[in-house]
């Protein structure tokens, strides 16, 4: 069975990666090649060409159409041959698939199932984005050596953060707090309040907190392909409803998981946050922070990753943090079971 679950949107670029140089880029196996028609409109198709099989990323943009880089054969943007050079019959297997696509949230979002199922509606929200009193850190994208689901256990595994992240953003101290799971259709959530405990001296300062917060990190996963880490610090003794969390201080912390083959993924990332939000400091360090942070993820889940493939074993023994973890790769494999179920 394969692990792909492709009626969904996923991330397939930052919008300003896509221009009219070609990018080249696979997705769930498919080589894929973006760039924009003149009028802006992004365009993806397979990165293959219908005559020798030369990649077209190789060949160049003739206006609005792709020529390839061999022969001269150029397709337009629904992938359909228009010209052949040297003969005017365009037989029938002339042809190149492309692939839906939209532009939100500072990003291009690519359908790799049933066009027919492609509504622009099923993108995930991205919360509080553009909106004021909320700043964004985007365009944050690494290549990781493991498949999603390993990625996505990660991303609901809180407990690896004492061990994997000491040097960023490791606490020992909260490694022994028990956490709480909940789980939706299509989303899961894991995470932890600590109540009644005074604030950290860089919470204080930028929520300017007088006494004793609640605080919380929710770990989100929503299939099959978005996570979002929230992080609350508010004052204590109030009702933990969106809206209190809202007033305090809050942090969107998103990861967007595309599949770049059966075994490696491509990692975007960005963040939204409702305080410092004219810190450019405070941006420039987040930056580095994050990207350090995903960077030593990436060196566990790799090497995770190799060692699954040389043994055939996906893991040996479980343990009680696994929960998280083990039910976002349950529900993705059921997700994925059930799609190619329904298409056979
Ligand atoms: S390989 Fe593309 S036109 Fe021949
Ligand atoms: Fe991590």
């Known amino acids: 069975m394969s692990i792909y679950i492709k009626n969904a949107w996923y991330v397939a ?22 760039y924009r028609k003149n009028d802006g409109t992004p365009v993806a198709l397979t990165d293959r060409c219908a005559h020798k099989l030369l990649p077209l990323s190789m060949g160049k943009l003739v206006n609005d159409n792709l020529q390839c880089g061999y022969h001269g054969m150029e397709y337009d943007c629904s992938g359909a041959c228009v010209r052949i050079p040297g003969q005017d019959r365009i037989p029938a297997t002339a042809k190149v698939r492309s692939f839906p696509l939209v532009e939100r949230y500072n990003a291009i979002w690519i359908w790799m199932g049933d066009p027919a199922m492609a509504d622009p509606a099923k993108i995930h929200e991205i919360r509080r984005i553009n909106e004021p009193g909320w700043t964004i850190i985007d365009g944050g994208y690494q290549l990781h050596g493991g498949d999603y689901l390993n990625i996505a256990e990660n991303l609901q595994d809180p407990a690896h953060t004492t061990y ?90 998103y990861k967007f998981l595309t599949p770049e083959s059966e075994t490696t993924t491509h990692f975007f990332w960005m963040q939204l946050r409702n305080f410092g ?12 922070g994050l990207d350090q ?34 039910r976002v790769r349950k529900m993705l494999e059921d997700m994925a079971a059930a799609e190619q179920a329904s298409t056979q």
Request: hydrophobic share 35%.
């Open 164 to 253: 994997v992240h000491l040097r960023t953003i490791g606490n020992p101290a909260t490694s022994e707090v028990p956490v709480k799971v909940e789980q939706g259709a299509d989303y899961l959530v894991t995470y932890r309040w600590s109540n009644d405990v005074p604030p950290p001296p860089i919470d204080k300062r930028n929520g300017n907190f007088q006494g004793l917060v609640d605080r919380c990190q929710y770990y989100y996963y929503f299939a099959p392909c978005v996570s979002r880490v929230d992080v609350v610090t508010m004052e204590a003794g109030q009702e933990h409803t969106e809206e209190n969390m809202d007033k305090g201080l809050r942090l969107h912390g």
């Open 293 to 326: 942070t995903f960077a030593e993820d990436n060196v566990i889940v790799t090497a995770v990753q190799r060692e699954q493939a040389a043994t055939g074993i996906r893991q040996q023994t479980w343990l009680s943090i696994d929960a998280g973890p083990s």
């Open 277 to 288: 939000i004219d810190d450019e400091k405070l941006q420039a360090d987040q930056f580095a």
């Open 13 to 34: 670029a930052w919008a300003k990666e896509v221009g009219r140089e070609l990018l080249k880029r696979n997705i769930m196996g498919e080589p894929i090649v973006f």
